[in-house]
């Protein structure tokens, strides 16, 4: 047993918790990662261990051990839908894992570089599941297969969507090993200064961008918190002084910003002089100060014609209306195989039209006192771009306005509470829904569902924290990727090459 206690594996046990703090610090919250690093650490150690000892049953059964309780941690409960998508993403993993380590050993023979290229090679899915699903829009061919084929729980593509949450863990954890090996190569035997310069040079990364994030950061909000309205029905005038009241109440010394949300396509918005109820009902709430309401309209585009928007109302007139950035599956684009899939009959014909993209908004033209939001509409809440494409103008809280009416099995519904969790952990900041015919909430920043402080018929009240940090995942969340990939790649051939010169005998 003493020869698997070796340098590399010491260096496999290490090396991830350093990542772990780099981490942190990159994504601004501890959030469980230590903990969850910690696991991945004695996985790495272990694995790497069993690698050795060639054992293809014990590498499958630690991997499905380790991966079972990372992802276990971020989607909470094992019950219906999020049961099926755990063991997805647990056994896809661990396959990918345990091919990865054999096809490594055969390229490779320096057990520390397979530890290097291990977490490594586990989000290299991530980053090409990335560009993939680009073409294939995103969650969109998940929901063409929802409820049209015998077994409604297609969550293929949804399950390297959820592994992205952990890209900069691992990577950092790749990255630790990475230089960690290239000063013990370096230095030879003095393991004990290659572990310092890694735990230094972390330490001096992490304290560098926490300046980076510092600089970056918006002003300090002037209010703690946000009281937040998510009404699940359209504006009615009936309804407007059950609200008025209960703002009144909740915010007699106007110390909290109030924002009302209301679904997708609750009403028509009259360009003429001659506004509709709901139109009425929300311009008279949006009067109220330190109010903002942000509702899902059909918006005149001219020619009589209207287009899915979300307005955001504040001061009794219109501030920004955002139109829905992505539309149903494959409309788009048409990536190779569509035509396949809708002779199968598992994409509908009619979904494959093409159209012109929406030109993004302007965040620059309005701002409601210390807070920024991001409207968005339907799809647009399983589409990561939609929101980090707007992170120059650093925002506290995402919005999406959603009908999910026509949902009868509620796959689609489970479908939008994952990718709640997926946006709010991405951009760091919390996630508000407002569904018609489906499930509204408030997802905080860490992914978990907020609690309503009070539930009435036609509304439910949030207390909201809005966040104003800037993190790498948004900023440099396309390229890091392929930077890791580079430096990784780099360090393995020139261990190789150090071993090579090393086996020249000399003349």
Known sequence: MAKYFTTQNGLCLTAPLVGAVVAVGIRGEWNGLLFVMFVMALGIFSFNTIVMARDVVLQFLLGVGFYAVAFQGLLGPLDGAFGGIWLLLTLTYTVLQVAFVYLSSVLIRNQSCRAILLPFAVVSWEFFRHHVTKLYDGAGLTFCLLGQA???????????????????????????????????????????????????????????????????????????????????????????????????????????????????????WNANNVPSGEQLAVLQLASIPSVTVVSGVWYPSGNGLYRNACAVVQGGEVKAVVDKLHLAPFVESKPIGTNWLVAAGLVLETATRNVAAVEPIDYSL????????????????????????????????????????FDKTGDFQKLAQVHSRLRAVETRQPMI?????????????????????????????????????????????????????????????SCRLFESQENIEPR
């Not at 439910?460 to 969340?477: C, H, N």
Request: aromatic share 14%; proline share 3%; with cysteine.
């Open 366 to 405: 309005w701002e409601n006192y210390d807070l920024r939001l991001i409207p968005s509409v339907c799809y647009d809440i399983y589409f990561g771009d939609t929101y980090r494409r707007f992170t120059d103008r650093t925002v506290g809280v995402s919005i999406c306005c959603m009908d999910e009416t």
């Open 433 to 493: 829904r407002s569904s018609l015919g489906g499930t509204s909430g408030v997802t905080d920043y860490d992914g978990r569902e907020i609690h309503p402080s009070e539930v009435q018929q036609h509304y439910s009240i949030f207390q909201v924290k809005p966040r104003y940090a800037t993190t790498l995942f948004e900023r440099w969340g396309d390229w890091f990727p392929m930077l890791c990939c580079l430096i990784c790649v780099g360090v393995v051939l």
């Open 150 to 268: 015998p077994a409604s729980d297609f969550y293929l593509l949804q399950s390297a969507d959820i592994g992205g949450v952990w890209l900069l863990s691992f990577y950092c954890s790749s990255l630790g090993m990475a230089i960690g090996l290239w000063f013990v190569q370096r230095i030879s035997n003095r393991f004990r200064i290659g572990y310092a310069c890694t735990v230094t040079l972390a330490f001096i990364g992490g304290y560098s961008y926490g300046i980076f994030c510092s600089a970056n950061r918006d002003k300090v909000a002037s209010r703690d918190s946000l009281l937040v309205y998510v009404c699940a029905q359209a504006p009615r005038l009936s309804q407007l002084s059950a609200i008025k009241d209960s703002i009144e109440a909740h915010n007699r010394d106007a110390s909290n910003q109030v924002i009302v949300v209301y679904p997708e396509t609750c009403f028509r």
